[in-house]
């Protein structure tokens, strides 16, 4: 059974970091594309940063970018979303989730985790 972890989120005030984790079992975490979403309330689900199996290219929302970062650390099964200068607008619920397809660029994600919250009070 293949499996998503999250851990991290938390209450910040505006301005602060927060570092989000996710582990991933069940499936060879090498070989898959993986990606951090988050969801609002209210508001539809959005991609806020994507990195290839190798971690090579990454790829980020233009409201994220200069402030996250996502990596990941293959000999631990986990990616990473490190988040800087937190705004009250970054307030969401964060989902990690995997490619279904092992080495792809592109294509869908077939494996979720439950979410972890994160809130910025401003």
């Known amino acids: 059974q293949v499996k998503l972890v999250e851990s991290g989120g938390e209450l910040v005030q505006a301005g602060g970091s927060l570092r989000l984790s996710c582990a991933a079992s069940?499936?060879?975490?090498?070989?898959?594309?993986m990606g951090w979403f988050r969801q609002a309330p209210g508001k539809e689900r959005e991609s806020v940063a994507t990195i290839d199996w190798s971690g090579g290219p990454t790829y980020y929302i233009d409201s994220v970018k200069g402030r996250f970062t996502i990596s990941r650390d293959n000999a631990k099964n986990t990616v990473y979303l490190q988040m800087n200068s937190l705004k009250p607008e970054d307030t969401a619920v964060y989902y990690c989730?995997?490619?279904?397809?092992?080495?792809?660029?592109?294509?869908?994600?077939?494996?979720w985790g439950q979410g972890t919250q994160v809130t910025v009070s401003s």
């Open positions: 069940g499936r060879t975490f090498s070989m898959y594309g």
């Open positions: 989730a995997m490619r279904d397809r092992a080495f792809s660029t592109y294509g869908s994600y077939d494996v």
